[in-house]
T-cell receptor, first 112, second 115 residues
Framework: KQEVTQIPAALSVPEGENLVLNCSFT??????LQWFRQDPGKGLTSLLLIQSSQREQTSGRLNASLDKSSGRSTLYIAASQPGDSATYLC???????????FGSGTQLTVLP | GAVVSQHPSRVICKSGTSVKIECRSLDFQATTMFWYRQFPKQSLMLMAT?????????EQGVEKDKFLINHASLTLSTLTVTSAHPEDSSFYIC???????????FGPGTRLTVL
């Protein structure tokens, strides 16, 4: 059974800082991995999708890396802004239906 | 593109009644749809996976007779919470995939409160 751990659970940084969110998973037999953000009381917004054959993906100020063999992914946010404040969730896809397993998330607060 | 909607966004009902939640893919045909629930301060837990025209596959511990899922078309899946009780109060979120990349797109969620 896939288990996902995200570290840290919460993070507070001043605006402008670069930061790294960590995700680890126990079953390396994944099809892909998605990073999402969730604002309070809202659904999930997909940020990046990394296929199992890829090492990283970039979108604007976001860069996600994947080391499938070691069961790790990181999300790098450059030049953080207050609008980046949200909970960030990592979810590898595995199993016959390629279902996502979610970590508990990292709650990010960017202070103006 | 890849927009998923849910209706209603919020629902309050009395204990013992049934509630239906709709999930629609607005601009694509969804090969697979997923239903999740999320309790306060917790992460998402997969409830079931459904494909159009076939029975849903439920995760262990999820009562299929209580959480009825119908996936009647490639753009619509419904979750019916039957005989709802206060412990069913939660945030229900659906997602859909559209192609072989298997990227999941999520709806905005439905907040269910059972009194």
């Amino acid at each position: 059974k896939q288990e996902v751990t995200q570290i840290p659970a919460a993070l507070s940084v001043p605006e402008g800082e670069n930061l790294v969110l960590n995700c680890s998973f126990t079953d390396s037999a994944i099809y892909n991995l998605q990073w999402f953000r969730q604002d309070p009381g809202k659904g999930l917004t997909s940020l990046l999708l990394i296929q199992s054959s890829q090492r990283e993906q970039t979108s604007g100020r976001l860069n996600a890396s994947l080391d499938k063999s070691s069961g790790r992914s990181t999300l790098y946010i450059a030049a953080s802004q207050p609008g980046d404040s949200a909970t960030y969730l990592c979810a590898p896809a595995s199993g016959s239906a390629r279902q996502l397993t979610f970590g508990s998330g990292t709650q990010l607060t960017v202070l103006p | 593109g890849a927009v998923v909607s849910q209706h209603p966004s919020r629902v309050i009902c009395k204990s013992g009644t049934s509630v239906k939640i709709e999930c629609r893919s607005l601009d694509f045909q969804a090969t697979t749809m997923f239903w999740y629930r999320q309790f306060p301060k917790q992460s998402l837990m997969l409830m079931a996976t459904s494909n159009e025209g076939s029975k849903a596959t439920y995760e262990q511990g999820v009562e299929k007779d209580k959480f009825l899922i119908n996936h009647a078309s490639l753009t619509l899946s419904t979750l019916t919470v039957t005989s709802a009780h206060p412990e069913d109060s939660s945030f229900y979120i659906c997602s859909a995939t559209r192609d072989s990349k298997n990227e999941q797109f999520f709806g905005p969620g439905t907040r269910l409160t059972v009194l």
